[in-house]
């Protein structure tokens, strides 16, 4: 079997799903069958993976220049136009585009994977060009794929609900951690990391693009409300900017305690470790996850996690964090001051936070991955 992952659609600063597709193409490398060989389209400045992989045998790297197809519109050309023709040179079985969309002609198999459904459920929290266009390349591939794959079971639920889908291979492939996540980092580790950002404990986090749909301005609201009563917390925002974030601004600018609200900007995976190592509660109010995995990070991190009843979050936290309506500012205020008044109640969330993580892996999904090649493959062979 020759397949072949589309990673031209991951940027090189990787939030949530640039992460999956990192770590999944490093655990599917010693999972595919020493016959299959493994094709990765790569940009040209995707220096990471290309590094990483170059050496291994069953892997084949493929480049386009990025200085070209960077472009959002140069890159949906390059898929419809340019990769079909990739796909016969190489003589590839299967493909695997891993951000919704995929060439509307194939000669190989197409898998997908839907990382969520907000451009369906809540188009406003999106620009005007992506609701314009994604909705309708997410129903193409929901009659084209030969395989979808979701990252949670609430979002296969919602495809199913909001999409027409020629039945033929669907499965749910859980985002994971690596065993790295479970290590702490040494107390020098944390204090210098902390004084390179200037952030001084105690604090409260969050981590995510700063955009509507991470409802962060009602989180802000929160925090004025107990900050008085915890006069030593700060709230620090960590993540790059997305679209539409003034509002989230605006908030932190307004906020009677803004002194004590800092926002980091994009963070490395390195200074992300620092931050959960030391914050008292990761605090994840997002009003929809396809699957959440600052809350998957946190909790594999031993960090105690509130976030939303909504969506996937429960699927992902189970009875490892504690859950709250994420329009309510007031539910999310009165279960920050309650968690920050009860380290008992803490130390319960950090154990099973633990133990709640132990049970995704990237070797997981890699696995489910591959096994959704194979049928998908095997259902193309019986066709011919």
């Known amino acids: 079997m020759r397949i072949l ?3 031209t659609q991951i940027p090189v600063k990787r939030t949530g799903a640039g992460v999956y597709a990192e770590n999944l193409i490093r655990a599917l490398v010693p999972v595919v069958e020493p016959d299959d060989r493994l094709f990765l389209l790569l940009q040209s400045d995707e220096t990471v993976l290309r590094k990483e992989l170059q050496t291994a045998a069953n892997v084949r790297i493929l480049s386009v220049p ?6 959002r519109f140069a890159l949906m050309l390059f898929e419809q136009l340019i990769l ?3 796909l016969l040179v190489h003589r590839i079985d299967v493909l695997h585009s891993l951000h919704y969309t995929l060439p509307l002609w194939s000669p190989a198999a197409r898998v997908v994977t839907f990382h969520d459904m907000t451009m369906l459920l809540w188009p406003e929290l999106h620009t005007r060009g992506r609701r314009l266009i994604m909705p309708v390349y997410m129903r193409l591939a929901a009659k084209l794929a030969d395989a979808i794959l979701f990252v949670s079971t609430a979002t296969q639920k919602d495809a199913e609900r909001l999409m027409q889908r020629r039945k033929k291979f669907d499965a749910v492939t859980p985002l994971g951690v690596g065993p790295d996540r479970f290590l702490i980092p040494s107390a020098d580790a944390v204090a210098s990391g902390l004084e390179k950002l200037a952030i001084r404990l105690p604090y409260l986090l969050f981590i995510g693009t700063i955009e509507p749909r991470k ?5 802000i609201r929160a925090f004025d409300r107990i900050a008085a009563e915890f006069p030593e917390h700060s709230l620090v925002l960590a993540g790059k900017l997305g679209w539409n974030f003034d509002p989230v601004l605006d908030a932190m600018r307004n906020s009677p305690f803004r002194q004590r609200i800092r926002h980091l900007g994009y963070i490395s995976e390195d200074q992300k470790r620092i931050l959960l190592a030391a914050c008292d509660i990761l605090i994840y109010p997002s009003l929809y996850e396809g699957f959440g995995l600052p809350v998957l990070e946190a909790m594999a991190a031993g960090v105690p996690v509130i976030t939303s009843n909504v969506s996937s979050l429960p699927e992902v936290a189970a009875n490892a964090a504690i859950l709250v309506d994420p329009e309510s500012v007031d539910q999310l205020a009165s279960t920050i001051q309650s968690l920050l008044s009860d380290p008992e109640l803490a130390e319960v969330l950090r154990i099973q936070g633990r133990e709640r993580a132990m049970s995704f ?3 997981r999904t890699a696995a489910e991955t591959y096994k959704a ?4 493959y095997h259902g193309q062979t019986a066709k011919v």
């Open 84 to 86: 079909p023709s990739v």
């Open 361 to 363: 892996s990237w070797k």
């Open 373 to 376: 090649y194979q049928s998908t």
């Open 66 to 71: 990025g200085r070209l197809f960077r472009n």
């Open 5 to 7: 992952i589309d990673f």
């Open 215 to 219: 409802n962060l301005v009602r989180l």
